[in-house]
């Protein structure tokens, strides 16, 4: 009897150990060299261009073209969008998260506020003007030579394509 108590009470020992290791908020087994973490990406991505290309008097519409649907649609505040983006990278776990949080606030269907971690940059004069570039390739004739005719000029014996 005495040792089937001494094999539960270790028993009862390791299963609360375990259990208490779990529930901490930095486990031993995420300190781990070798254990593997994957990046966690969740919510809305929120850049600082989309954010810039936001105005006050923007309808709902233009607002979710430049920012996409949002994260939380809150039925009781129907005039406020809510975009949250957080990156926590689990490769070597040293990195800190990465969290963004953008609100928009609407009135009658225009934008009127915009608060959050990011927000539009406040001279608009002042982001680079996008620049379109036409690179003209000028068309070359080509010439339908086959690959013995290749090799043979190749190896010096026939005329060069430069002649």
């Known amino acids: 009897m005495y040792l089937l108590m001494r094999?539960?009470?270790i028993l009862i020992t390791i299963n609360a150990s375990i259990f208490l290791t779990a529930c901490a908020e930095d486990?031993?087994?995420?300190?781990?060299?070798?254990?593997y973490r994957i990046?966690?990406?969740q919510g809305n991505v929120i850049t600082q261009d989309m954010v810039n290309q936001l105005r006050i008097g923007?309808?709902?519409?233009?607002?979710?073209?430049?920012?996409?649907a949002p994260m939380l649609n809150d039925p009781f505040h129907a005039d406020r969008w809510d975009y949250f983006y957080e990156y926590q990278p689990?490769?070597?776990g040293k990195s800190p998260a990465t969290r963004q949080r953008v609100s928009l606030i609407f009135?009658?269907?225009?934008?009127?506020d915009i608060t959050g971690t990011m927000l539009p940059n406040p001279k608009p004069g002042a982001l680079p003007p996008s620049r379109q570039v036409t690179v003209v390739v000028p068309?070359?004739?080509?010439?339908s030579v086959g690959i013995l005719?290749?090799?043979?000029r190749w190896f010096g014996f026939g005329a060069s394509h430069d002649s």
């Open 107 to 112: 009135e009658d269907d225009r934008l009127t």
């Open 139 to 143: 068309p070359q004739e080509l010439e």
């Open 149 to 152: 005719t290749l090799m043979w």
């Open 39 to 41: 990046d966690v990406q």
């Open 90 to 92: 689990g490769s070597n």
């Open 27 to 35: 486990p031993i087994i995420n300190r781990l060299p070798f254990v």
């Open 7 to 9: 094999k539960l009470l």
């Open 58 to 68: 923007m309808n709902k519409r233009q607002a979710q073209f430049v920012l996409g």
